[in-house]
């Protein structure tokens, strides 16, 4: 992977298509909200992510729907821009599938976080574009942004400082208007996906009788050389699962995972067979 790219302001072309279709979509829910009042009032009770609502009446689809409501310009104007400038690399280097995967799994579970630790309606992209800024910083770490245009810091001190802001938010009385449980979720959902849920899924599942005592090397080579074929699979797997642990599923190369995939069939089967 190229870790070098940079991208810079460009027309809506220059957007990978799952970035451009989330702002497309929010700023046009936007315009409707702003043009008719009405409107506005009958899209909050019906798409706004409202406790009492999804709890006593199962308006479950509000999980996904409040994430394209915003309350003002300068709401779904940042949560719009932070969402390309962090995202934009990203789903380049995902691909848009798996992007669109990350940012409504996140968004959802910001939804679910605000759900059991506020009462309060909520709306807005916040919670998955915070889980997208995590991502970034997991990624990317060391890269500098600049903060109000004017101070650079590593995003992974930015990140590690709103974590420790959304979290302490989360648990005071700030009444702030703020949904600070949802931001939270977003991280906290987003690094659990990242880190770790692809591979307890696949220790669990799909990959019985594996040790965990080999580390990765970063210039590995697939071949089998004098290993048997289940032997080979549980070595390389094992290396495999040992990446994920570290930087996350989605940052495996696309030989990577369907090395995994070929792999954890192989052995289901051969301990299937082994078994009867």
């Known amino acids: 992977m190229n870790t070098n790219r940079s991208f810079g302001f460009g027309p809506m072309g220059g957007m990978p298509p799952a970035i451009k279709n989330i702002i497309f979509i929010n700023a046009v829910i936007f315009l409707m909200q702003v043009l008719n009042q009405s409107l506005e009032q009958m899209i909050f009770r019906y798409f706004a992510l409202i406790p009492s609502e999804i709890i006593y009446h199962f308006k479950v689809w ?5 994430m394209f409501l915003h309350a003002d310009f300068w709401h779904i104007f940042f949560n ?8 934009s ?3 380049r280097e995902w691909g848009t599938k798996e992007f669109l995967k990350y940012y409504f799994i996140t968004g959802i579970g910001a939804g679910v976080f605000n759900l059991l630790l506020s009462s309060a309606p909520t709306i807005g992209a916040s919670g998955a574009v915070y889980g ?3 991502a970034y910083a997991l990624r990317f770490p060391d890269r500098m942004v600049y903060i109000y ?4 810091v590593k995003v992974k001190y930015m990140m590690a400082f709103l974590v420790l802001v959304s979290f ?8 702030d208007g703020i949904a600070h449980a949802a931001h939270l979720g977003g991280i906290v959902v987003g690094f659990v996906y990242l ?13 019985p009788n594996i040790s965990f005592g080999k580390k990765d090397n970063p210039n590995m080579k697939y071949t089998k050389g004098g290993d048997n074929k289940t032997e080979y699979y549980r070595r390389i797997i094992d290396e495999l699962l040992d990446k994920i642990n570290r930087v996350g599923y989605l940052n ?8 995994l995939e070929e792999g954890s069939k192989y052995l289901r089967e051969h301990d299937a067979e082994n078994f009867n």
């Open 62 to 66: 509000q999980l996904v729907s409040y």
């Open 80 to 87: 719009m821009f932070i969402l390309w400038m962090f995202g």
């Open 89 to 91: 690399e990203l789903e």
């Open 132 to 134: 997208i800024m995590l």
């Open 149 to 152: 245009f004017l101070f650079p």
């Open 168 to 175: 302490f938010s989360t648990f005071s009385s700030s009444g």
């Open 195 to 207: 880190k770790y849920w692809v591979l307890l899924y696949k220790i669990k599942q799909n990959i």
């Open 252 to 259: 495996l190369t696309d030989e990577e995972k369907k090395i």
